[in-house]
């Protein structure tokens, strides 16, 4: 361990009899606890003066890397620049000192900001109405195909319980789908990347009860035949899917409800800029057509000649979904400000830029690369696209020295093996708020790497050089983790 680049873990810095606290003097007398509840030994906590636990805790910081330290093209997860205005918004007291049991009106300020969201993603999107609910996108996957299952139940189609979902999608997608009690079916991409119809039709039938498609693609790819394989879906009773995971670069361009979707969730914490990464914060609002409004999980805010009101589950409803969480609360309200404060911020003249900008970006940086990287499908790409590792195969340097390589240049790594459709996958997306002076220093930085990979490769190989620990053994971590520290202080 390289303390000096590292730092000592607290443990190590801890020194019998310091502390870094000043407790008031007791008023309350001493009370024993019952023994059940008590340790059978001390908890083992370091002891360190506050200077020295500031002190390594700002250090450690500084290891940490998000898109405010520098380019953060991690494909398929949009890790845009989430504008300071946004926290600022998120951190005021009035939204911050709420309880979400409060009378509803002395919160109206807070349920507005809710149903104006509601309003604004229905028409950025072209659905009807929307839940705020879903705490991320999975969960938001999970509550729509709930509510579509729900939906033709309600009809009394009940053998309905599979769901086509092509072999590019997210992980996230047959997941949801079996969690729901549905079964998959697997629909096969094109050479070009994109839904085969020809494979999707004799897929179709009456037990289909929808279709669970992501756009543009993984692959970064506009799906060209939405308006056929809707249609299909459609004429077969089933309802279509929109996984938004990948919305930005469709952002004020097109809408999802004009292709013949149905149900679809939107990654507020991708597309519309609140921070995100190691489990959360998110949010996964869920939007439907219109006749679907009613099968929407409560609670749910709506407007009244009085002011805006809460309709609350009906318990007891056969086919309506109720609440997906714990407890009466709508969403992660903060990452719900967050996101309203983004658009707010743009406004309806500025949103429109979004998806052109993500866009030029993107192919900008894939036409600049793939002489040195091998491109698998050479067509123009949306907001991200997929190389298939170095184009020079014969330096044996693979995507993942790529990856290890570009930590020593000061850039995270984009997203690697993922999709699973090619064997070196590098899924790049650079976002819409990157600059050209900053994507025109990693494209510089690729093209550097590729070089270092045909002349020194064990230079690449080798990397990373200059990170607090070099290349982990990604098989030894999986099988032996370090799961406290008298195990590191003894490697």
């Excluded at 629909?187 to 179709?204: A, H, I, Q, R, Y």
Aim: charged share 20%.
């Amino acid at each position: 361990m390289n303390n000096r680049l590292y730092g000592n873990l607290i443990f190590e810095l801890s020194q019998p009899g310091r502390k870094a606290y000043s407790l008031p003097k007791n008023e309350f007398g001493n009370y024993e606890f019952p023994s059940n509840l008590k340790r059978e030994k001390d908890a083992e906590l370091p002891e360190c003066d506050e200077l020295t636990v500031v002190r390594h805790y700002t250090n450690q910081s500084g290891n940490n890397f998000g898109v405010n330290n520098g380019f953060y093209p991690l494909g398929s997860c949009t890790m845009k620049y989430n504008p300071v205005i946004n926290e600022e918004i998120a951190a005021m007291p009035a939204f911050t000192g709420i309880h979400p049991l409060q009378p509803l009106n002395t919160v109206q300020g807070s349920l507005e900001v809710e149903y104006n969201l509601q309003q604004a993603l229905a028409s950025i999107s072209g659905l009807y109405d929307f839940t705020l609910n879903p705490y991320a996108g999975a969960h938001g996957e999970l509550t729509g195909l709930m509510i579509i299952r729900s939906y033709h139940q309600s009809r009394g189609d009940m053998k309905r319980t599979k769901v086509i979902i092509p072999d590019s999608a997210h992980g996230t997608n047959p997941a949801s789908a079996a969690v729901c009690g549905l079964e998959i079916v697997e629909v096969k991409s094109t050479p070009e990347g994109l839904v085969d119809v020809e494979d999707l039709k004799p897929l179709l039938g009456d037990d289909i009860a929808g279709m669970m498609m992501t756009n543009p693609n993984t692959l970064g790819l506009f799906e060209k035949e939405i308006p056929e394989i809707a249609k299909l879906v459609h004429e077969n009773g089933g309802l279509m899917y929109y996984d938004g995971a990948n919305l930005n670069p469709l952002l004020g361009v097109a809408r999802p409800g004009d292709m013949g979707f149905d149900v679809m969730h939107i990654n507020l914490h991708k597309t519309f800029s609140t921070p995100h990464g190691g489990g959360g914060p998110g949010d996964g609002p869920v939007g439907v057509r219109k006749d679907l409004v009613p099968f929407l999980p409560k609670p749910h805010v709506i407007k009244t000649e009085k002011g805006f009101d809460v309709v609350l589950p009906e318990h007891g409803s056969d086919f309506t979904v109720e609440n997906i969480h714990v407890g009466p609360y709508m969403g992660n309200f903060l990452t719900i400000l967050r996101a309203y404060t983004y658009i707010l911020t743009l406004g309806k003249e500025n949103i429109k830029w979004v998806g052109p900008y993500a866009t030029l970006n993107a192919n900008y940086i894939k036409e600049s690369l793939k002489d040195d990287y091998e491109l698998p499908i050479d067509d123009i790409c949306m907001h991200e696209f997929v190389f298939d590792g170095l184009k020079d195969k014969s330096t044996e340097v693979t995507t993942m020295d790529v990856a290890k390589r570009l930590l020593d240049y000061g850039y995270h790594a984009p997203t690697i093996y993922f999709p699973l459709l090619f064997h070196e996958a590098m899924m790049i997306e650079p976002t819409e708020s990157e600059s050209k002076k900053t994507i025109d220093g990693f494209i510089e930085v690729m093209h550097k790497i590729a070089k270092e990979a045909r002349e020194i490769p064990n230079e690449v190989k080798d990397s990373p050089h200059n990170t607090p620990i070099g290349r982990v053994d990604d098989v030894l971590a999986a099988k032996e983790p370090i799961l406290n520290y008298r195990q590191a202080m003894n490697k």
